[in-house]
């Protein structure tokens, strides 16, 4: 039996930096809501804000950012039915236009993570190391041709080394 469902989004931009936006479905009616606002303080400095909320899964996300030259610190909150899920602030220093460096906290847990990002011709590396647990590598290539692109993954658990998975794939633009 053929399925039928419409699925609907608007979205509203302000030339003054705010704005907003709705989704939703004919099943569910009203999915997600979400509103922001982005500002610059001075010509180095810039402020964003942004929240959502998803009906369907109950999650209210909360995030704050300021960017000045090439440093950004960045705080994001996730509550379920009203109950603090996480509350993660995370510092980026650009280190050259194609990589940057960032620290990461979870605040509720104290669980630290280092992540670093560096942009390849035609594709790009992200290696996160989590003390004590992990370290996680994404590499996506699309130098090899102009119509899909190779992503490698691995995961390699610290304490169970035998537990490591990687992947690789392939996707076709057709």
Known sequence: ???????????????????????????????????YLHRRVSSREKLYFASSYNFM????KLSSKLDVGDTSLKCQGLM??????????????????????????????????YTWK????GGSFVGIFRPGDSVSMRWRDKSVSNNGEWATRAFIPITDI?????????????
């Open 1 to 35: 039996m053929l399925e039928q469902r419409l699925e609907v989004a608007s979205k509203w931009d302000s030339s003054r930096g705010f704005g907003a936006s709705l989704s939703g479905n004919s099943d569910d009616q009203l999915t997600n809501v979400r509103g």
């Open 57 to 60: 899964s109950k999650y209210f």
């Open 80 to 113: 379920k039915n009203g109950l603090l899920g996480s509350l993660i602030l995370t510092g980026t220093q650009r280190l050259s236009p194609s990589e940057s460096l960032s620290p990461s906290i979870n605040l509720n847990t104290g669980k630290l993570a």
């Open 162 to 174: 035998k537990n490591t998975q990687i992947s690789i794939s392939r996707s076709w633009i057709l």
């Open 118 to 121: 560096k942009l390849l011709h």
